[in-house]
């Protein structure tokens, strides 16, 4: 952010009068033409509005000025897409260099924000060569926890149906706080009549949904913690797959259909 001071305005009215497109950045209305630099002192402006407001300086054609901040814009977005670009790079995304089970199975949940809008997102591996995308679960007023939750759930169904086709199966989860919910709190939650001291058990319902269905299955399936955003290319396309989620605001979970190009589908939105 920039405060707007004496100096700034003396930077973008260098000669003649402040243009139209100025006064739209600083928030000035007609009946307050008058006094516009007045009022214009300690306002705050974006980085980029400060920006534009110098690149317009002596601009009088309005079409110009459109012109200017059309190009700024597109400026903008090309430096986003290149620092996320470089973001990709630099964490190195990667398949792991070993997998157990014959179908891996990765699997995220995100809430922007947290309470707020929430989704889930899985990526399924076939032989360490991705085979499908997942995504759904959309609540309006979800939690990162509901959605980490409710995405492992799907991924428990989804190795349900491969373990009876034969498969070994490997679920890689990034939320410490699913896996202990279904691999050790649960246990004695259940033996307590599902309550615990303290207090009352948040997300019931969908813990012994995925508690049961583990229990049924765990024989033939391998539940690991996987680090976030750590570069491991099956988690980051379970994490776009939540935020893809968000926006299509997907209740149900539903193959993604469109064609899968790994590295279009890493530059969408992160979680």
């Known amino acids: 952010m920039q405060i707007v001071t004496e ?12 243009n139209d497109s100025q006064l739209v950045l600083l928030d000035i209305k007609d009946d307050e033409m008058s006094e516009w630099r007045t009022l214009s002192i300690n306002k705050q402006l974006s980085d980029a509005s400060a920006e534009l407001f110098v690149l317009l300086s002596g601009v009088e054609s309005k079409e110009v000025q459109k012109k200017i901040i059309s ?13 996320e670009v470089k973001l990709l790079s630099d964490n190195k995304v990667q398949t792991p260099l070993c997998t ?16 707020g809008k929430a989704g889930s997102g899985v990526a399924v591996y076939r032989n ?3 085979s499908q995308l997942w995504y759904g679960l959309y609540e309006v007023m979800g939690t990162n926890n509901t959605a980490e939750l409710g995405a492992l759930y799907q ?7 491969e373990a009876q086709n034969g498969n070994t199966v ?15 709190w649960a246990i004695s939650w ?18 012994k949904l995925a508690y049961h269905l583990y229990n049924s299955i765990k024989k033939d399936v ?16 379970a994490d776009r797959m939540t935020m893809y989620t968000i926006q299509e605001k997907s209740e149900s979970f539903v193959k993604y259909d469109k064609e899968i190009v790994i590295s279009d589908i890493l530059k969408m939105r992160a979680g």
């Open 170 to 184: 490997e679920i890689k989860c990034d939320s410490m706080y699913s896996i202990n919910c279904i691999k050790t």
């Open 222 to 237: 391998i539940l690991s913690h996987i680090k976030a955003h750590a570069g491991f290319e099956g988690n980051e396309l």
């Open 128 to 130: 360490d060569k991705l």
């Open 100 to 115: 157990i089970g014959d179908v891996t199975i990765y699997c995220d949940g995100g809430c922007t924000p947290n309470p």
């Open 155 to 161: 991924s428990l169904l989804i190795a349900q149906k």
């Open 7 to 18: 100096k700034l305005l003396d930077l973008g009215v260098k000669e003649g009068d402040i």
């Open 190 to 207: 259940e033996k307590k009549g599902w309550t615990k001291k303290g207090g009352e058990i948040k997300n019931l319902e969908i813990i």
């Open 71 to 83: 190009n700024y814009k597109a400026l903008q977005k090309f430096r986003k897409d290149e620092k």
